[in-house]
């Protein structure tokens, strides 16, 4: 009828649908086990027909005065025929040499002559029946609440629940349409004993399975034998030799060669763990930033920035440091050198709250370095930004670079700019180790070691026992206590030795139970951590309970 008044694409195939809906076709494969293919297929096929429909009437406003245009007798049934040859369902997966597998149930209406069911113990069949398994509860509150007039619901009672669960569990017997096999483990992970569903009795004595019987594989035939089958993708060959994993903790091995350079700033991260240092340092597994805030360039800015500034302080008439933060700002952050600026920081909108809040930072500390000014002013002979060392130690070059170097009469002390707090650079023997090598280079005695620290506007001194500077205590300056430096420094010489000899051995081994950089570390799937801790992994988690895995 619709055909011969005509109608629109979405009118056709809504006509259509009504058609498959009107002929109750699940009625008529309900008794036949053998339909349920077709079934499956028509189903696909009303799925596909509610697609296009919703295609068709999305379209609609954008097709013009098409839209108007009706489609009857002949052009409609082209129309129909056309979609349909053109229209595909999910293709039937293949019927003979394959194996199917479901990490949760399968289908509705699934079947296949052999079907295995992993984890048929009681702890899952009937579970702890916490839930209805057909229906949440609070769903199910839901529904009985919205027919005040209708009969009063109620929520299903535990034998409901557990008669649910039997229905289920009967359900996927009867996918297998020749053979179930319903699998479980004999123990859970800590050996305690699991025992097998009780469903499977009840589903023999009712008839609804005939048990053939029950056999025990132990674990140590779990994995194919010579000669039986086995699934080459997942499963080793039968009779393939063990791999043996290497031990824990690992070592990262170096390419032969010579030693490569080392830097002096990367002493605390070798000595927290060398196989880090081997992933970051030499095998360039760096985390690209995360979001559009660049740290690494943020700080690379505000090096040069303080670069700048105070090279403009000391070689001109002595403007104050905020100042010149605030008249240098712009021209060292919009520097198109990728090695000095950062222009995006300044240019796009949506860093701008960022750019804020760091120059605010910034002046921050350059109120706090201005007072700093009283003790290293009066005293100060030469300054040294962006200072350069190198040491040779048991035939590896190490290189560093002091952000600033305040050289005074028989001292020296050296400064670090740090993006972040103060707090975490307290144990660090960075500015240490180049206290060691600036000490034989500038010939001059180390008095201090200091870390300024932008997130928090600090400053961390180490003062030698001799430094005669005088810092006050407070406002935004932190003094460790006496003797921290000398021994800071010792350690220092002591640990670029080992690293040192560590780099010509060529092999970095993980610090397992050590390492304090471990939750951040792009290598830490790498070192096997969690290995050494017995983490259990996602995919164990998921089966974890069921006692198959
Ligand atoms: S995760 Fe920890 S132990 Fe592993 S490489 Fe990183 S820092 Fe070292």
């Not at 027919?147 to 009672?157: E, I, M, Q, T």
């Not at 008839?207 to 019987?213: A, K, L, M, N």
Request: proline content about 10%.
């Amino acid at each position: 009828r619709v055909i011969e008044e005509g109608g629109g694409p979405a009118t056709l195939l809504e006509s259509l649908k009504q058609l498959w809906e009107g002929a109750e076709l699940s009625g008529l494969a309900e008794s036949d086990p053998k339909l349920d293919p077709f079934v499956r297929q028509a189903a696909e096929a009303c799925r596909e027909v509610d697609r296009k429909i919703l295609l068709e009437k999305e379209r609609v406003p954008s097709i013009g005065p098409a839209r108007e245009r009706l489609l009857r007798r002949g052009e409609a049934r082209a129309y129909l025929s056309e979609w349909a040859e053109e229209t595909s369902v999910r293709p039937e997966p293949p019927l003979a040499n394959a194996l199917a597998l479901f990490s949760g149930p399968p289908p509705v209406l699934f079947s296949r002559p052999c079907f295995i069911l992993a984890g048929a113990t009681a702890k899952a069949w009937p579970g702890a029946l916490k839930e209805s398994p057909l229906l949440k509860d609070s769903v199910r509150v839901v529904l009985n609440g919205e027919s005040p007039g209708g009969p009063a619901g109620r929520l299903p009672l535990m034998a409901d629940r557990r008669l649910q669960r039997e229905a289920l569990f009967r359900r996927l017997l009867a996918a297998g349409e020749s053979l179930a096999v319903l699998s479980r483990a004999e123990g859970d992970e800590q050996g305690r004993p699991l025992e097998r569903t009780p469903f499977w009795k009840t589903a023999a004595e009712s008839g609804w399975i005939r048990e053939e019987g029950s056999f025990l594989r132990p674990a140590s035939a779990a994995l194919p034998r010579p000669g039986e089958p086995f699934f080459p993708q997942v499963e080793p060959r039968p009779g393939e030799p063990r791999v043996v994993r290497r031990p824990l903790p690992p070592s990262a091995a170096r390419e032969p060669g010579p030693a490569p350079k080392a830097s002096l700033g990367d002493l605390d991260l070798w000595l927290d763990c060398p196989f880090r240092y081997w992933a970051l340092k030499l095998a360039g597994f760096e985390e690209p930033p995360r979001g559009l805030f660049d740290p690494a360039r943020a700080g690379t800015f505000l090096h040069c920035l303080w670069e700048e500034v105070w090279k403009q302080r000391l070689e001109g008439p002595g403007e104050p440091l905020p100042s010149l933060v605030e008249r240098l700002w712009d021209p060292v952050l919009f520097d198109p050198d990728p090695r000095r600026g950062y222009p995006a920081l300044g240019s796009d909108r949506r860093l701008s709250r960022r750019s804020e809040r760091l120059k605010e930072l910034t002046l921050k500390l350059a109120a706090l370095q201005e007072e700093t000014e009283d003790v290293f002013g009066p005293r100060r002979l030469a300054q040294h930004r962006e200072y350069r060392m190198a040491l040779e130690l048991e035939g590896v070059l190490f290189r560093g670079r002091a952000d600033r170097v305040e050289v005074m009469d028989g001292g020296f002390v050296v400064l670090d700019y740090k993006s972040g707090k103060v707090d975490p650079y307290k144990r660090s023997l960075q500015l240490a180790a180049y206290s060691a090598v600036l000490e034989d280079t500038l010939g001059l005695a180390p008095w201090g070691t200091g870390f300024f620290g932008h997130s928090d506007g600090r400053l961390y001194l180490a003062l030698s026992e001799e430094c005669p500077l005088r810092f006050p205590r407070g406002k935004g300056i932190t003094l460790a206590k006496a003797g921290t430096l000398e021994a800071s420094v010792e350690k220092a010489r002591e640990g670029l030795a080992a690293m040192a000899r560590g780099i010509r051995s060529g092999l970095y081994p993980a610090s397992h139970g050590t390492a304090t950089a471990c939750p951040r570390c792009p290598a830490r799937g790498l070192c096997r951590l969690g290995e050494a801790r017995g983490e259990i992994l996602p995919e164990e988690e998921e089966t974890e309970g069921t006692g198959d895995d």
